[in-house]
């Protein structure tokens, strides 16, 4: 069965500094999908950035970036200059790609507070 | 304009009383999810629905159904609310067959008493 887990409960970081929240998963599949979504303080969910498990190069979009590393199944979302409003939960999830229905399967989340 | 909505946004109820918590969508979406958040556990997903009359249940189903009449409506029911089903729970749709983003309605917080 497909697993993610956040191991960092909080971390907290200056403004403009680069933050890196890790995430690892466990699948049986060959292919698969791995998002990463921002939970704000009014409880809001929002999709930021997606990985696809074929696709070697790191996705990147606006001050978000993933680091992919396949052979140790692991995402790390990280945030590079860091701004006040990006603190939130940040959830990593994953749809395997064959088996598990389309059942999108969370990590418990990490709570980033950026402060001046 | 893309967007899920839930009714209602806070709710409360007495243990044993039914609880319908309803979802709308306006993206045409065939795919609609119902998660419930508790803290630590992050999203645990409940039920899925694939389209109209076409559901599955996900990790948590228990105490839970389902009901998808028309596309862009989703509905989770509890029949005899319990009070360990207090939480806050999240609706969302994706386009296709889920290889896409979610999108997530703002979420009812359910308090049984």
């Known amino acids: 069965a497909q697993k993610v887990t956040q191991t960092q409960t909080s971390i907290s970081v200056m403004e403009k500094t680069t933050v890196t929240m890790d995430c690892v998963y466990e699948?049986?599949?060959?292919?698969?999908?791995l998002f990463w979504y921002k939970q704000t303080a009014s409880g809001e969910i929002v999709f930021l950035i997606r990985?696809?498990?074929?696709?070697?190069e790191n996705a990147t979009v606006g001050h978000y970036s993933l680091n992919f590393q396949k052979p140790k199944s692991s995402i790390g979302l990280i945030i590079t200059a860091t701004q006040i409003e990006d603190s939130a939960v940040y959830f990593c999830?994953?749809?395997?790609?064959?088996?598990?229905?389309?059942?999108?399967?969370f990590g418990q989340g990490t709570i980033l507070k950026v402060y001046l | 304009d893309m967007k899920v909505t839930q009714m209602p946004r806070y709710l409360i109820k007495r243990m044993g009383e039914n609880v319908l918590l309803e979802c709308g969508q306006d993206?045409?979406?065939?795919?609609m999810y119902w998660y419930r958040q508790d803290p630590g556990l992050g999203l645990q997903l409940i039920y899925i629905?694939?389209?109209?009359?076409?559901?599955s249940e996900g990790d948590i189903p228990k105490g839970y159904r389902v009901s998808r009449k028309k596309r862009e409506h989703f509905s989770l029911i509890l029949d005899s609310a319990k009070t360990n089903q207090t939480s806050v729970y999240f609706c969302?749709?994706?386009?296709?067959?889920?290889?896409?983003?979610?999108?997530f309605g703002h979420g009812t917080k359910l308090s049984v008493l």
């Open positions: 969302a749709s994706s386009k296709g067959q889920g290889f896409e983003r979610l999108f």
């Open positions: 699948t049986q599949d060959s292919s698969y999908f």
């Open positions: 990985q696809d498990s074929y696709k070697k």
């Open positions: 999830a994953m749809r395997e790609g064959t088996s598990s229905g389309q059942k999108l399967v």
């Open positions: 993206m045409s979406h065939e795919t």
């Open positions: 629905s694939y389209d109209v009359d076409s559901n």
